[in-house]
């Protein structure tokens, strides 16, 4: 029963108030992108067991989409931040490196 | 025998007493007793019959921990079956039976299975029972199934009478559990001014302390429990609830609390149980620790007893269970037992110590004239519904040269297991304790929160220590630690000050005597509930089964309702000593929630008849209820499938509707379909990606029927787009779409295209809104007067505001129907009344409302698909023959890329067309055409299905729309549905618009 | 015109708190900029309170705006005079990329009052209704058991309680059941 | 190895059970194998015993990092049915079921697989329409499933409540095969069958690399030394990731948890398994009486196997309003498994971008059922390159648009 700071309206919101929303950060592909990018876009998540970046939505509260990091080892949870950002924030990224040194999760690290 | 002592039983008021019956025999007790307290006063001691071997099975403990004094508890919508007798507090008219025996505890056939036990070791079952084939089915499956099984089935239709509820309730700090370690760790959190919830599974405070003796800060600890819960009873920061039992620890602090609120008082108003749903910053498990049975031959007789439970029988209850006890024990705590049974009265024959050696409660008891054998066993237990007596022989050794003694109950002590089963619910971990031969939590390595950090904390015998003085100061220290963690700073107290005699150390023994022979260890009992024994913990590692999972699983170790609580520990050991292992790398296995079973009508909640889940009601559903609407359920809606009146069929009712709408006049509620509207700059250009339509480029005042997809290409919704002004677009969705879609639209406006600028609200609600069709829709509207309707100034696919019958509206002339048709929108607290006057002024038109069958025939006669029936998910538009509603111009739009991908432009993808049955009957939902042959794993192949079927009674014959393999080409080819009725229907393919091709009827 | 109905035409229960639907409440939706000053003045215009902070509340009986989300605010105006204060809205706001609708007959609202007031929300709601958490000019977004809703604290005892029309029956009979005879928790 | 029967219990009850061998030898493992299959889950023993058993292919060995069994297989709801409606997975899972019919006997070891007749119920219009579909695909692909009315559901069900206040009962889905088996005892058989031909099991053993030469697989490191083998089978379920990612290839799969509850036992009451996918849950009654009951998975990718109580919430909610007389009875356990689900939620059994190198995994919420099916569909992929039963399953259709999607009959696939 996971609880994650909605970042726009401030609650801790339980897990019955959000709706996980898969993967974080992704780039979308259209017409005109190779099979294997549309393929990968579409279906080939990142899957680790540690460090993942994800999307959340805060469905039964204030309706805003949001970030999380969290460890699915221990769901443990390092942040939440804005959903109108294409990669995690630095200070997100150091909390977890604080808490994970060495972590590494796509091409961030 | 076991009877009620003259005097002692601090927890009973011999004032008030109680009648209840067992096995419907009337029985006495008083308040305050428990039905264990009370049936062992009664003499009642055999009280159940085990799982396997159907052994008599009488009280072994006196809390949750047991799992012999299971009954079947109440009557008719009230029963309940195996629920604990030591945690069930008496009442007066309470009705009791005992379980798992036929046709009674004392004349039991399954009894039998005692005397074939030899040949039903551990998992014989698997070995067994496999030739002939159909005989497990037919033969031995049932007849296992009827001899296992606990407690009997509630009636099959029964009902319970009790309602249940949950509460959130959110604390710093929460403390499990309420004798002494968590009173004081709960003082010592909540002078740090953190708020605190301390909860108790019984109906008392202080846990065994008051039975168990002591002092602290010189006074005895019965009165220090007293003054400790009224000073948290005055502090406002402080939530006491007893009868409240601490469930399952889950992650990021969630706790379960399951409160029994008139379990002891059933009847009486409010709800059977409370499930809390508690948030915690920090933990604080004061669970205690569990005696542990000694495994030796016989101690699953009745009358053979936990030590500790003994004791509290006769402070607590006053009862004692039997007259010439034999205490046998491995550690010193047991001879408190001794001592209180000698001064209550009872004849104490003699402790059997497995030590060489015992401490000064040795010699406490042998001054009060008890005889101590020390180094010595229990080689068995004789008697078969009652101890009769007991042999006598060294510890070490196989049990030979026995003293046999008589006596009629047996007091068993080995040692003390932490209550870890919170701590371990959620993650924390296990360390093995040498000195109390005991896993106890490991500090280091607890379960970690959303922070990373511990969220639990052990407090008190749960961590470790069982003197008194100890853990009131592990439990002092954690209530600090917990209040420290939870962000606040605790005050620099001291512990209060415990003292209880000094005991010897413990001698860890898991097996009587050590050397036991063969025949000794098959008459062991590890787990008395499930009759697992020494002997089959021994036979699983012969045969590999070396995981502690396993063993578990192939003897059944530790399954039992008290999920091993008694078990464990002297199981693992068995199997350590087995493997020639020790018992730390052995491990245990996993704890899991609940830590007693709870009740699922606690878990369902409120959520039960009328509160099941919601049902969306349109503001016209109570004209509909009073019309004879057939409800049917699209997502949470209800929606009348048809009106059917009294004589009719509902089947008649949809064809009446179908012919009167195209006839006449029909009104459908079209409440439920989804409304959003969709503002702002780049509304355009936003609608343009959703849908696979153009919608930028459609006029002020007109409409578009949309189709939407998903990113993976497949058709997600449909429906009609209204552009509202030069920013603004209403969108309609499927009935239970809107919210769905709503989120879709949010998900890539905050998502993807964050910096375009749209609102998105959805305005579903907000109206009311009624389809008028059929040949006289028009007349209707004009008879009600206002706005101009006509073709000229209403033209198909456009949109007015105005206002008709003197009711502000928007009407939409869309069809859904091939009809003339009007969707009119007007507020939703206007809608009954707008209703009322379409039906009022459409009796001269033949007006009659029509439900969701109807309106799936009427579109199916004009083909237009129908999303969930033409599509399931694995449809793209281009099935559906919906070319001209993809746009070419565009760039991009959802699902486009994913169209591209091969097998989405296979030419033999199966595509929309019509089907008419040669003999013009109704061809099955759900049907498949096949091909010829078969394929490669044998199945017959097939090149289409039906997606749609229905009698036209329009057209008086059945018509088809379904999705055949190069269908389109296939103009006028019969093919073969075969049916689950052995028929096989042929149909026609033809063009899927069955009813007025040309659109001559919605034209006018 | 006919007289516009509630959802449950004032339906009302007495338990260990009283229950009631309270009728009509005229509610627009403003979706805008709220640091925008054409908006601030817009709600200030229609209602005479000032932008709400993050789940800040400002009502005053049936006149008042909540804080919804950083771009969406609910705008409470008597219900008779919500096309007018609506139509003034969007005319206030026709120069800014925001969006006004009048959402007032999509939603019921009901008001939970009494000293357990509390406690019959925290059977439906995973919040924390601690008086020292949650006090009037507040209000919070959640779940109602398995629905959506919103409510808000008039005074120390009483709530209101905002759901979607359709889900009116649900939520009615959901609080029902939470404010049952003989269910007081003792806990707020 | 001695043969189980009535008779060899009966000796060894004379002699206190002294004589019986191990069920599977516990081996070090050997420089090299044919076949390396990593994963000593259902899945993989099974891949293992039809490998010897129909291919000849006896020097093999399952590694496995824990204790063979202790996964999903020993931790599922046991529902044996193949009343799926795409034709790809009701030809798996229908081999699947066949093979149960005769796996005691083909194992002689007891796996108590009980024919009782699995129900799907239709709540919903909608479901009716999904399931008289179905009714009618599984006719044409050979299992004998049939629809049924209200008042045939209840006489085989008598505990339901079919006119319930929500969602009354329209009808179901019946398959009179479908039914359960006992799990851990298709693991433990499965191994005991595997070891006496000769295989090795080993235990206690972790994969910590794939070693490969020219874009073929030439072996594994584990916890116990590197070990050489031709070809190799990854069947790790949750850990699939894991293991693809030492292969050097990526997997379309996300770990989620599934959780699953018992009642405390009572005597048989229910016989036959119902699932109810309006309301999300489905319950059978196991031979010891406990009511076992399983619903949906969390949605966030989760190791912890651990789930939210919310799930567990749901699903009792679900069943009590359809059995109303489970209110008063008490769940004993809940749990969590780690399942691995791919796009369109069906299984891949494939073979992979890395030569001789073979994937099973994405089995999600239906896993045990399949048990017999994969292992004889991959042995067959692994000995001869190609299987009907696994063909439409390959890791490439994701890229094609070429889906199996089962949820277009059914909300869940258990």
């Known amino acids: 029963m996971l609880i994650l700071k909605c970042p726009y309206c401030g609650v801790d919101a339980e897990e019955t108030e959000l709706t996980a929303g898969g993967e974080a950060h992704l780039k979308r592909f259209g017409p005109g992108a190779s099979d294997d990018d549309f393929h990968d876009y579409l279906f080939m998540r990142e899957n680790p067991k540690g460090v993942h970046f994800e999307r959340w939505r805060h469905s039964n509260g204030c309706g805003k989409w949001f970030h999380a990091a969290r460890c699915t080892a221990t769901l443990e949870v390092f942040g939440t931040y804005s959903a109108q950002v294409t990669e995690p924030p630095k200070e997100i990224r150091d909390a977890i490196s604080a808490k994970r040194p060495g972590w590494t999760w796509r091409e961030f690290s | 025998m076991s009877t009620r002592l003259a005097n002692q039983g601090r927890l009973i008021d011999r004032s008030k007493p109680v009648t209840f019956s067992f096995n419907g025999t009337s029985m006495q007790g008083y308040q305050g007793d428990t039905l264990a307290s009370a049936l062992l006063a009664n003499d009642q001691m055999m009280v159940g019959r085990s799982f396997k071997y159907h052994r008599p099975r009488g009280v072994v403990a006196s809390g949750a921990e047991e799992p012999n004094a299971l009954v079947g508890l109440g009557q008719g919508n009230r029963f309940e079956p195996n629920q604990r007798a030591t945690t069930t507090e008496l009442f007066n008219g309470l009705t009791a039976i005992s379980q798992n025996h036929w046709p009674s505890l004392e004349y039991d056939i399954g009894a039998v299975n005692t005397a074939l036990a030899r040949f039903l070791p551990a998992g014989f079952y698997y070995k067994t029972f496999i030739h002939p084939k159909p005989f497990w089915k037919h033969v031995y499956e049932p007849f296992i199934r009827q001899s296992a099984g606990l407690g009997k089935a509630p009636d099959k239709d029964s009902r319970d009478a009790d309602t249940y509820e949950h509460f959130y309730a959110f604390t710093d700090v929460l403390v499990i559990g309420g004798g002494v370690a968590g009173l004081q760790a709960a003082k010592a959190a909540a002078q740090s001014g953190a708020k605190v919830m301390l909860i108790e599974q019984t109906a008392h405070w202080g846990g065994r302390a008051p039975v168990d003796g002591g002092t602290v800060n010189d006074e005895p600890v019965d009165k220090f429990v007293e003054q400790l819960v009224s000073e948290l009873e005055t502090m406002d920061n402080v939530t006491l609830r007893s009868r409240c039992m601490g469930a399952g620890v889950y992650d990021h602090g969630y706790v379960l609390g399951y409160e029994r609120l008139t379990d002891h008082k059933p009847g009486t108003q409010g709800p059977r149980h409370r499930l809390w749903r508690i948030r915690a910053k920090q933990v604080v498990t004061a669970t205690g620790a569990i005696e542990r049975p000694l495994s030796f031959a016989g101690n699953d007789v009745p009358g053979v007893m936990l030590a500790s439970a003994m004791r509290d029988y006769v402070v607590n209850w006053g009862v004692t269970p039997g007259e010439r006890v034999i205490v046998a024990t491995n550690n010193d705590d047991a001879y408190r037992t001794a001592i209180i049974l000698k001064q209550a009265g009872v004849d104490v024959l003699r402790v059997v110590d497995a030590r060489p050696s015992a401490g000064p409660l040795a010699d406490e008891a042998r001054s009060l004239g008890i005889r101590v054998d020390p180094g010595k066993a229990i080689a068995k237990v004789k008697g078969v519904k009652r101890v009769k007596k007991v042999a006598i022989c060294n510890q070490e050794g196989i049990g030979g040269a026995r003293e046999e003694v008589e006596c009629d109950a047996v007091a068993m002590s080995g040692g003390w297991s932490p209550v870890v089963h919170l701590w371990s619910h959620c993650g924390g971990k296990l360390i093995w304790d040498e000195a109390n031969a005991h896993f106890r939590p490991d500090p280091d390595r607890p379960p970690l929160g959303a922070n990373g950090e511990g969220f639990v904390v052990a407090a008190g015998s749960t961590s470790g220590p069982l003197a008194l003085g100890e853990v009131l100061a592990d439990a002092h220290a954690a209530g600090k630690a917990a209040a420290k963690a939870a962000g606040f700073k605790p005050k620099n107290t001291k512990a209060p000050q415990g003292e209880a005699e000094t005991e010897a150390p413990m001698q860890a023994v898991w097996l009587m005597p050590a050397k036991a022979e063969v025949q000794l260890r098959m008459k062991s009992w590890l787990d008395f509930q499930n009759d697992v024994k020494v002997s089959d913990v021994q036979l699983a590692a012969r045969e590999g089964y070396e995981s502690v999972e396993h063993t578990k699983r192939y003897t059944t170790l530790g399954m039992a309702t008290d999920q091993g609580k008694l078990s464990n520990i002297n199981g693992l050991a068995i199997l350590a000593d087995a493997l020639e292992s020790e018992i730390p790398k052995v491990g245990t296995t996993t704890f899991r929630p609940p830590y007693t079973p709870i009740s699922m009508g606690a878990i369902a909640g409120e959520a039960r008849g009328e509160v099941f889940q919601p049902i969306r009601r349109t503001p016209m559903h109570d004209w509909h209820d009073r019309n004879g609407a057939d409800w049917e359920p699209v997502g949470h809606w209800r929606r009348p499938y048809a009106y059917v009146r009294a004589g009719e069929s509902v089947h008649d009712a949809v064809n009446r509707e179908v012919k009167n709408t195209r006839e006449n006049l029909g009104l459908l509620d079209a409440s439920t379909l989804g409304k959003l509207i969709v503002k702002g700059p780049d509304s355009g250009k936003f609608l343009d990606m959703m849908y696979t339509n153009m919608m930028s480029t459609l006029k002020v005042g007109k409409c578009r029927y949309g189709l939407m997809c998903s990113e993976n290409g497949f058709l997600i919704d449909d429906g009609v787009v209204a552009r509202i002004d030069e920013d603004t677009w209403l969108c309609h969705t499927t009935t239970g779409g809107a919210e769905r879609i709503h989120a879709h639209m949010e998900e890539w406006l905050q998502t993807e295209w964050w910096d375009w600028k749209v609102y998105v609200a959805n305005v579903t609600e907000q109206y009311a809104q009624v389809a008028v069709v059929g040949p006289n829709a028009r007349k209707v509207l004009e008879k009600l007067g206002g706005m101009d309707v006509s073709r000229e100034a209403l033209p198909f696919m456009e949109w007015r505001d105005g206002q008709i019958g003197g009711f502000d509206c928007r009407a939409y002339r869309i069809s859904f129907s091939g009809e003339l048709s009007y969707e009119i929108a007007v507020p939703a607290s206007q809608g009954q009344a707008f209703w009322d006057a379409l039906m009022e002024a459409g009796k001269e038109f033949g007006v009659k409302p029509y439900g969701t069958e109807c309106l799936h025939i009427l579109r199916a006669e004009k083909g237009f698909i129908m999303i969930g029936d033409e599509t399931d998910g694995t449809v793209i538009p281009q099935d559906l023959g919906l070319h001209w509603a993809i746009s070419k111009k565009k760039e991009d739009f959802l699902g486009k890329r994913a169209q591209e991908r091969s097998h989405m432009t296979d030419p033999d993808r199966w595509k929309l067309v019509g089907l008419e049955t040669v003999d013009g009957s109704v061809l099955p939902d759900g049907a498949y055409a096949v091909g010829e042959g078969v394929n490669a794993n044998g199945q017959r192949n097939v090149i289409g299905r039906v997606t749609s079927t229905y009698y036209s009674s329009n057209l008086s014959r059945g018509i088809a729309m379904g999705l055949v393999k190069n269908g389109p080409n296939r103009m006028g080819e019969v093919i073969e549905f075969p049916g689950t009725d052995d028929k096989i229907y042929k149909a026609k393919i033809v063009d899927p618009v069955f009813y007025d091709k040309d659109g001559e009827k919605q034209n006018v | 015109m006919s007289e516009p109905i509630s959802a449950l035409n004032h339906a009302s229960f007495d338990g260990i708190a009283r229950i009631e639907e309270c009728g009509l409440q005229g509610m627009i939706t403003l979706r805008g900029d709220l640091s925008d000053k054409l908006v601030t003045k817009a709600v200030k215009d229609a209602t005479g309170q000032k932008m709400p902070g993050q789940r800040e509340a400002f009502v005053n009986g049936e006149t008042g705006v909540c804080w919804m989300s950083p771009d969406e605010l609910l705008v409470l105006v008597p219900y008779a005079e919500v096309e007018a204060k609506l139509a003034a809205m969007q005319d206030a706001l026709s120069g800014v990329h925001a969006l006004a609708v009048n959402v007032s007959d999509a939603r019921a609202v009901f008001r939970v009052s009494g000293p357990t007031a509390r406690e019959v929300l925290g059977k439906v709601a995973p919040v924390d209704f601690s008086s020292d958490v949650f006090q009037p000019g507040q209000i919070r977004r959640t779940r109602l058991a398995q629905v959506a809703g919103a409510f808000w604290m008039d005074d120390a005892e009483s709530f209101r309680v905002v759901c979607f029309r359709s889900v009116a029956d649900y939520v009615f009979k959901l609080l029902k059941v939470a404010a049952q005879p003989g269910s007081e928790v003792g806990y707020y | ?414």
């Open chain 4, 1 to 414: 190895m001695k043969h189980y029967s009535a008779f060899a219990v009966a000796r060894e009850a004379l002699r206190y059970h002294t004589g019986w061998e191990r069920a599977w030898r516990s081996p070090e493992p050997k420089k090299r194998y044919d076949v390396i299959i990593v994963g000593a889950g259902g899945h993989g023993l099974a891949t293992a015993y039809y490998l010897g058993k129909n291919y000849g292919i006896q020097n093999v060995a399952v590694i496995e990092k824990g204790w063979l069994g202790g996964g999903n297989t020993g931790r599922n709801t046991t529902i044996i049915r193949s009343n799926y409606l795409q034709d790809p997975s009701a030809a798996i899972y229908e081999k699947s079921r066949g093979l149960y019919e005769d796996l005691s006997q083909d194992l002689n070891y007891n796996v108590m697989f009980s024919p009782r007749g699995v129900m799907m119920l239709a709540q919903t219009q909608h479901e009716v329409r999904g399931y008289q579909r179905t009714a009618h695909a599984n006719a044409l692909q050979g299992v004998k499933t049939e629809w049924i009315e209200p008042e045939r559901v209840k006489q085989l069900v008598p505990i339901i409540n079919i006119d319930g206040p929500r969602y009354p009962v329209l009808g179901a889905l019946w398959q009179e095969r479908g039914g359960t088996a006992r799990h851990d005892a298709v693991a433990w058989g499965y191994a005991r069958a595997c070891s006496n031909m000769g295989m090795d099991i080993i235990q206690q053993c972790e994969v910590t690399g794939v070693r490969s030469e020219n874009g073929r697989v030439t072996g594994v490191e584990t916890t116990k030394g590197a070990i050489e083998c031709d070809k190799l089978g990854i069947v790790v379920a949750g850990h699939s990731g894991q293991l693809a990612e030492m292969a050097g290839f990526r997997l379309p799969v996300e770990a989620l948890a599934l959780q699953a509850l018992v009642s405390e036992p009572i005597k048989p009451c229910m016989d036959v398994v119902v699932m109810a996918n309006t309301v999300h849950g489905y319950m059978s009654q196991s031979d010891k009486g406990e009511m076992v009951i399983g619903g949906g998975t969390d949605g966030f990718n989760n190791f912890t196997q651990r789930g939210s109580f919310h799930h567990i919430e749901e699903t009792v909610r679900a069943l009590v309003e359809t059995f109303p007389m489970i209110s008063r009875l008490k769940m004993l356990r809940q749990w969590g498994g780690i399942v691995d689900m791919t796009g369109d939620r069906s299984p891949i059994l494939s073979k992979t971008p890395l030569g001789g190198c073979f994937i099973n995994c994405g089995w999600g919420t239906g896993g045990f059922k399949a048990i017999p099916g994969s292992g004889w569909g991959m042995a067959q992929l692994m000995a001869t390159g190609h299987s009907p039963l696994t063909e439409a399953f390959s890791l490439d259709r994701f890229k094609e648009g070429r889906f199996i999607d089962e949820s277009v009959a059914a909300g869940v696939a258990h």
